[in-house]
């Protein structure tokens, strides 16, 4: 590794402390680094980023990761998280642990985590990804959606509900979670459908495997309405859709490499988030 990308939330880190002192390290190293250019609403400017990066490391949150996830997903370039917000999932080592860590980075004392993520595919050609989850779900006022559910061609379900969350591993310990889903295990390959507040006793979370392919189609609306919806990846990225329009979502081609440097595993963070820690 001798090119790095250093993507900086600056809510997190305003002053870019960190931020300097992370880049000032690398310099010393001999290494080649880049900081992250970011537009009026805080996105990472794609077209900026140099070619042929090596590593790009992530000052900030969960959230932060997760962005840069879906901006890297096609380079598949491996990606260290420096936590600069609660106890997360994915960006592992603290602000007093940076000069060990890239210390280990840079001395090939690490492993790659591999994580799968998800593809959306509209009718009309566009196409998201997603790291956490692809969340359908109503626009406007509250009222219950009406969708069916399709898997590798086959119905499998016609829902009411608030909306419908599809999940990978990695995102099942967040709105999944949420909404009732289960914990599964971040490096696993398999696919969490889990409804939104369902007006059905019956409608439990589905586990899927990663292969299979999931279509979701809008219905109408109450009284024979066009029913509108936004299609959200990550949390992000809003596609709007409306009665009869599908989405097809399966597995990405590319997945996450996650940088893991230290010997906690994901069993024990989330056993320190259950805990409260």
């Known amino acids: 590794m001798d090119r790095f990308y250093i993507v900086t939330n ?12 992370v880049k000032e390290l690398l310099l010393r190293a001999g290494k080649t680094t880049y900081l992250c250019r970011k537009n009026e609403e805080k996105r990472i400017m794609k077209d900026t980023i140099p070619p042929d990066i090596g590593c790009v490391i992530v000052i900030g949150g969960d959230g932060s990761l997760i962005e840069a996830a879906r901006v890297f997903y096609a380079r598949e370039v491996p990606i260290l998280g420096i936590n600069m917000g609660t106890l997360g999932y994915l960006t592992e080592v603290e602000v007093g642990d940076i000069d060990g860590a890239l210390e280990m980075l840079l001395g090939g004392d690490y492993a790659l985590e591999s994580r799968m993520m998800l593809e959306g595919i509209f009718a009309d050609g566009e196409r998201d ?6 969340v359908v779900s109503r626009k406007g006022v509250l009222r219950v959606l ?7 061609g086959e119905l499998l379900n016609s829902y009411e509900a608030d909306g419908i969350i599809i ?4 995102g099942s310990t967040a709105y999944n979670l949420s909404a009732g889903g289960p914990i599964v295990e971040p490096t696993a390959s398999m696919i969490v459908i889990t409804p939104i507040c369902s007006h059905a ?5 589905i586990v899927l495997s990663a292969e299979d392919e999931i279509v979701i189609e809008i219905g109408m609306g109450r009284n024979g309405t066009v029913e509108e919806v936004f299609t959200t ?8 859709m409306k009665t009869g329009e599908r989405v097809v979502i399966r597995r990405s081609l590319a997945d996450t490499k996650i940088v893991k440097l230290s010997k906690i595993g994901f069993l024990e963070i989330l056993r320190r988030k259950m805990k409260g820690n």
């Open 10 to 21: 600056d809510g997190k880190d305003p002053d870019f402390t960190v931020t300097d002192k």
């Open 129 to 134: 990804v997603a790291l956490n989850d692809i």
């Open 146 to 152: 009406h969708f069916k559910l399709y898997v590798n």
């Open 167 to 170: 999940s990978t591993p990695t």
């Open 201 to 205: 006793l019956n409608t439990s979370s």
């Open 233 to 240: 990846f990550d949390g992000a990225d809003m596609v709007p």
